[in-house]
Structures are given as C-alpha cells and as structure tokens.
C-alpha cells in the first residue's frame, strides 16, 4: 500500500513538473528576447541622443556665416527642442501612439536638418570651414549610424514579436500580459524620389 502511494505521488510530481519547467523556459525565453529589444532601443536612443549633441555647436557655427538665415536656424533648434520633450520609456514601445509621436518628432528633426543643409549650399566660406566639415562629418555619422540601430532594432522587436505569437509561448505571452513591440517605419512620402533641381 506504501509503494503505491509512493509511485501516485511520483506521478503526479512529474505531471506537474513537466508543465512547469515548460511554461518556465516559455516565459524566460520571452523575457530574454524582450530584454534584446529594451537594450537595442537603448541603442537607438543613444544614437539620437549623439545626434542631438551635436545640433547646437553646428547651429552655432551656420549663425555666424548665414545669420539672415534664422527661421531654418530656428526651425532646427525648435525641432531638437521637439524631439527633447518627448519622454521615451521601454513602456512606448508597447503603445502605438506615442512610439509615433516618438518617431514623428524625430522625422521633424531630421527635416530641419536637411534644410540646414540646404541653407549651407550658399556660403562657400562655410562649406569650407573646418569645424563646419567636422561637424557635417560627425552629423552624418550619427544619421547612418541611427539608419543601423533602427534596422537593428525592428529586427529584435521581429524576433520578440514572433516568439510571443508562436504556440505555446503565444499562451505563456498572454497570461503575463507580454505585448508587441512596435517598429520604425519610413517617413510618410519617403518613397518618393526627392527633386533635385541643378537649375536655381
């Protein structure tokens, strides 16, 4: 009678062991690939943040070529200013709306920037100057550099979104309430070849 109740308590224990240690590395292994997307929109951020940096020593050094130029030169810090305000958490990953307003902050940014540079095509003294082409360099830098770290991080946030949409994880995902993650996307119209007009 005591093995047999021995062999029904084994039993049971491994029924439900099994489960467990299934659920649990479901549910770590979701942690582990939440974890690579919060630490690749670290990246992200760090690259914008470089980016940041760096606007006003190049708005400085443009005022003091194309002074006249202030509703672009005031754009551009308007638009860091912008792209300052907006408080980015991990948590605006998980909600649409403010991952857009995130991004579309960042596209405002980018914007004044080109037509910074635009603005820079008419001062040949500027386009000369040496701290100007260190900063030009720098800020290109950064741009490709936030090109890489997007890309980077729409493929975590792939590979996150995927694992809690597999069976069983999809299970696991849902009872501790995981959420997808959202993905940069282009600029709207960027699909469109830009104008360039060599004739003005």
Do not use: C
């Not at 649990?24 to 760090?46: C, L």
């Not at 003294?125 to 770290?149: G, T, V």
Request: net charge positive; no cysteine.
């Amino acid at each position: 009678m005591k093995k047999g109740w021995l062999i029904a308590l084994g039993v049971i224990v491994i029924a439900v062991a099994i489960p467990l240690f299934s659920v649990s590395g479901i549910y770590n292994s979701i942690v582990a690939k939440e974890q690579e997307v919060n630490q690749q929109w670290g990246q992200v951020e760090n690259v914008y943040q470089r980016r940041a940096d760096l606007i006003p020593n190049l708005v400085a050094t443009v005022k003091g070529y194309a002074a006249h130029e202030s509703e672009v030169l005031e754009t551009v810090t308007a638009s860091r200013a912008q792209v300052g305000s907006v408080r980015v958490t991990p948590e605006v990953l998980n909600n649409p709306a403010e991952f857009q307003k995130f991004q579309a902050a960042q596209a405002g940014l980018s914007g004044a920037l080109s037509r910074l540079m635009l603005v820079v095509e008419k001062y040949p003294d500027l386009k000369a100057n040496e701290n100007f082409l260190d900063l030009q360099s720098q800020l290109e830098s950064s741009e490709n550099r936030i090109a890489l770290e997007r890309k980077r991080f729409n493929e975590s946030a792939q590979s996150y979104n995927t694992r809690i949409k597999q069976f069983p994880a999809n299970m696991v995902a849902g009872v501790f309430g995981f959420k997808d993650k959202q993905y940069f996307q282009s600029a709207p119209g960027s699909e469109k070849a830009p104008v360039v007009n060599f004739g003005k």
